[in-house]
C-alpha cells in the first residue's frame, strides 16, 4: 500500500503562516505529481497547488502569491508554505500524490487531511 503522512495542521490568526508536511511511503515506481487540496463544510473539495515530477507549479487564484508548494524528492515529500493566512483559508488540507505502482499504472492517493483555523 501507498500511505500518506499529513502534518502541519493547527491554529493561526490571520495574517500568520503555517507549513504543512506530506511523505509518502510505500512501493511506487514512480511519483506523477503531488498537489494540495482543500475543502470547508459545506463546500467541495478545491484544488489548492500542484507540482509535477518536474518541478513546475501551478495555484489556484485564491492561494496565488501566498502560498508555495515545493518537494524533496528524496524523502517523497511535499510541502505547503502557506503566508498571510486569511480567514478563509479555513478548511481541512488533504495531500494528494499521483503514482506508479506494481499494481496501478496510475493512482491517485490522499492523505487523512490536516484542519487549519485562521481567526480574524
Known amino acids: 500500500q501507498v500511505q500518506l503522512a499529513e502534518s502541519g495542521g493547527g491554529l493561526v490568526q490571520a495574517g500568520g503562516s503555517l507549513r504543512l508536511s506530506c511523505a509518502a511511503s510505500?512501493?511506487?515506481?514512480?511519483?506523477?505529481?503531488m498537489a494540495w487540496g482543500r475543502q470547508a463544510p459545506g463546500k467541495e473539495r478545491e484544488l489548492v497547488a500542484t507540482?509535477?515530477?518536474?518541478?513546475?507549479?501551478n495555484y489556484s487564484d485564491s492561494v496565488k502569491g501566498r502560498f508555495t508548494i515545493s518537494r524533496e524528492t528524496s524523502s517523497k515529500t511535499v510541502y505547503l508554505q502557506m503566508n498571510s493566512l486569511k480567514p478563509e483559508d479555513t478548511a481541512v488540507y488533504y495531500c494528494?500524490?499521483?503514482?506508479?505502482?506494481?499494481?496501478?499504472?496510475?493512482?491517485?492517493?490522499w492523505g487523512q487531511g490536516a484542519l487549519v483555523t485562521v481567526s480574524s
Open positions: 507540482i509535477t515530477s518536474g518541478g513546475s507549479t
Open positions: 494528494n500524490i499521483g503514482v506508479t505502482t506494481p499494481k496501478f499504472r496510475f493512482l491517485a492517493v
Open positions: 510505500g512501493l511506487m515506481f514512480s511519483i506523477n505529481y
